[in-house]
């Protein structure tokens, strides 16, 4: 069997879908499965260094195709385009194959409807992976998404939502929540013992990741307690949209000095800053795609063995529940800085690092393939 797995990305890329999109092809390919993870060609890297980026080691099973593209920085249309373009000669090109093949897809766009008339045209199982809310999608999308042969889902709230509005079946969708990868992340066992308590979060500094209030409430929080700091570790490369907002921010904050931003860490590098922290905090807001999503960052925060503090989002709770995670209300300022403020009890701290650690190991990647291919047979 292979699996086709197209995906409009440069590469390597540093957002966390495109981690978790090469974690899973990687873990697929340990499976023994042949996979052909079709990206953009950004440069002339060898494989083995694209994947020392995401700390992962080459697979002989895992083949990654870069395709020729209009590099034009200025252009993302002009990127896109010719990706299409190079993606529908690269699959033409592959439909003598007679290995059967399924094409793994998480596009819902116009690249969608290629898919669709090769799989129409060989008999391949055209699969979809969905990280979103169906109902924010638009017609066209929602549209497209109902041509697949099976979905996979990465959460109980995305399966329902999509049983409520389409026809599919209930044995046609997988649930299969994020991942993490169990080699890479290997910190000693948490003992409490710094004076000055470490809140950390890891991910992209963004007003739509919640950091703004994540920020609020440590600057409140520090104005009567001076034994904690503000790890902030991450940031993109390229996209710098919400740095003077965040900057500023800090800035009318009481507490600079407390804060730090590593700016960007590759993603074999953000281990040493879980295992660092003391506290980790995931200040997603509620809206309509997040409150149903299952995060990478919260399973990493999990194998690291720390305590975690976390916005009350649905898709989350299905994974960890109130007496393994600290969750505070999304968005709500005052209720993340009480929560923070119970985490400067030691106890606290030393309670809920205890067991998440445990329940943590069947969400990892390899697991998560080994329970995709159960279900695609």
Known sequence: ???????????????????????MAHALALQGINVELIVRKMNND???????????????????????????????????????????????VILFTK?????????????????????????WKLVSEIHQNVLSLSKKEFKNIQKSSKLIVISEAIKNIVLENTNFKAEVILVAHSAYDDKKIQCEEYNAQNKIVNFTYIGGIYKTKGVDTLIKAFSNLSKTHSNIKLTLVGGLQYDTKDNDYINNLINESCCTEKIT???????????????????????????????VSSPVKLFEYMASGRTIISSDLEGIKEVVDDNEVMFF???????LENIMLKNLDRDIRMKY?????????????ENRANKIMKFLG
């Open 1 to 23: 069997m292979k699996i086709i797995f197209p995906v409009d990305m440069r590469f390597p890329m540093e957002r966390a879908g495109a981690i978790q999109i090469v974690n």
């Open 46 to 92: 060898t494989i083995e260094k694209n994947l020392e980026f995401y700390g992962l080691k080459f697979n002989k099973n895992l083949k990654i195709v870069k395709l020729p593209v209009l590099n034009i920085h200025s252009s993302p249309f002009l990127w896109k385009v010719s990706y299409l373009v190079s993606v529908f000669f690269y699959l033409f």
């Open 99 to 123: 290995e059967e093949t399924i094409l793994y897809t998480r596009s819902t766009r116009g690249i969608f409807n290629i898919f669709n008339f090769i799989c129409k045209l060989k008999g």
């Open 261 to 291: 931003i590593t700016g960007f860490q590759e993603p074999s590098k953000v281990s040493k800053y879980l295992c660092k922290a003391d506290v980790l905090i995931l200040p997603t807001p509620k809206d309509y795609n997040w409150n």
């Open 329 to 335: 209300q999304a968005g709500n300022v005052s209720s």
């Open 353 to 365: 690092s205890h067991g998440i650690k445990n329940k943590v190991c069947k969400f990892s990647f």
